[in-house]
């Protein structure tokens, strides 16, 4: 089951200009984790946020957390051609047999424009 | 350099011819898994590996086979391919602890076509 869901499906922006992806879930998760894809290629792991962290930075990329929403967003500031990829969230299931199981959204395809 | 490898890196075969690809990892990594990505449908989750010897289903197992005899390698095998199992193949390794898995990190994928 798709339990991540990106949204918006594509995104074009120009160089400067600030990137906010949005993520939905439907379960009880342990972690969130924000990867990027160049095309074709394997996942980068980008940042992770606890189920109790509300909100977490690294560098130009800041992530939020709603537990309560089952919600995260994904903000890039200052966005630049090079940030062109697809980005995905995936969520880690909580204690129990559920921990391994990974479910991965469909994600953004972000365009920056330069 | 810590890495994770897949091969082969493309492959093409006929329905029913068994193959493996292999996964490696040189960073002690107690979890590994496997997910396949098709265009519109983002990367699912095949089977996972929370330490050897232990293996469970993802949200898409059928038709796949793993085993985790080493903490290093886990091979997915498909025992008879078929046309559906055309995709973009990725394995990953992580950390894991009691309160979950952590930051993953991604072979290159293995890009496998079945006629």
């Known amino acids: 089951s798709q339990q991540g869901e990106e949204d918006p499906q594509a995104l074009s922006i120009q160089e400067g200009e600030n990137a906010t992806m949005n993520c939905s879930y439907k379960t009880s998760i342990n972690n969130l984790q924000w990867y990027r894809q160049n095309s074709g290629r394997g996942l980068v792991h980008l940042i992770l946020i606890r189920s109790n962290e509300r909100e977490k930075h690294s560098g130009r990329l800041r992530v939020t957390l709603d537990t309560s929403k089952k919600s995260s967003s994904l903000l890039i500031t200052a966005s630049r051609a090079a940030d062109t990829a697809s980005y995905f969230c995936a969520t880690a299931g909580g204690y129990g047999g559920s921990q391994g199981n990974l479910i991965f959204g469909k994600g953004t395809k972000l365009s920056v424009k330069p | 350099e810590a890495q994770v490898t897949q091969n082969p890196r493309y492959l093409i075969t006929v329905t029913g011819k068994k193959l493996t690809v292999t996964c490696s990892q040189n960073?002690?990594?107690?979890?590994m898994s496997w997910y396949r990505q098709d265009p519109g449908l983002g990367l699912r989750q095949i089977y996972y590996s929370m330490n050897v010897e232990v293996t469970d289903k993802g949200d898409v197992p059928e038709g796949y086979k793993v085993s985790r005899k080493e903490k290093r390698n886990f091979p997915l095998i498909l025992e008879s391919p078929s046309p559906n199992q055309t995709s973009l193949y990725f394995c990953?390794?992580?950390?894991?602890?009691?309160?979950?898995?952590?930051?993953?990190?991604f072979g290159p994928g293995t890009r496998l076509t079945v006629l």
């Open positions: 990953a390794s992580s950390f894991s602890e009691a309160s979950g898995v952590n930051e993953q990190f």
């Open positions: 960073m002690n990594h107690e979890y």
